[in-house]
């Protein structure tokens, strides 16, 4: 099983590779055969020249704890980085909002969604594809019932709101 923690240190791990190698030298130097390539190594230089050399050291550091890492976590790693990468910015923004909201919550809640995460990989493909289905039913069944409650909580504020002004 992999760390979490790991995890979310190395999505940059990818273009982290290229930006120490590219601090190293300058783009003229590696000009590679494909124009294009050569013009995505100069933004990805651009953009590492741009950070600040706190978050420079940051990245390397993370850099040095993603080659420690056993190769086969090295490889699920890049794997994942390269799958999220294929994701559509809504659905990135998405997940970097839930790494923030989990970052946020207290440790025996982080725990708790650990041992839940993990019961639900034991679960076989049919077991897990019912609990998706009971929990969009659900997400269904909240979104209407917010929906049949929203003209009852509008008018409910119209009436605090003109009591206020009384």
Avoid: Y
Avoid at 64 to 88: G, Y
Avoid at 118 to 133: A, G, V
């Amino acid at each position: 099983m992999i760390n979490i923690n790991v995890f979310k240190k190395s999505l940059l791990v990818g273009m982290l590779a290229v930006f120490i190698s590219l601090s190293i030298g300058s783009a003229e130097e590696i000009s590679p055969s494909n124009p294009e390539q050569n013009q995505h190594l100069e933004e990805l230089q651009q953009r590492w020249q741009s950070l600040t050399p706190e978050r420079q050291a940051e990245l390397k550091e993370r850099f040095k704890e993603f080659k420690q890492l056993p190769p086969e976590e090295r490889t699920l790693l890049m794997k994942r980085f390269r799958q999220f990468q294929r994701l559509s910015p809504e659905s990135q923004e998405r997940i970097r909002g839930n790494q923030k909201r989990f970052r946020e919550l207290s440790p025996e809640r982080k725990m708790e969604l650990r041992k839940r995460h993990e019961s639900f990989q034991k679960l076989n493909p049919k077991q897990r594809e019912r609990l998706r289905e009971r929990a969009k039913e659900r997400h269904r069944e909240d979104s209407l019932k917010d929906r049949r409650d929203q003209p009852r909580r509008r008018a409910r504020e119209r009436r605090l709101e003109q009591d206020s002004i009384r």
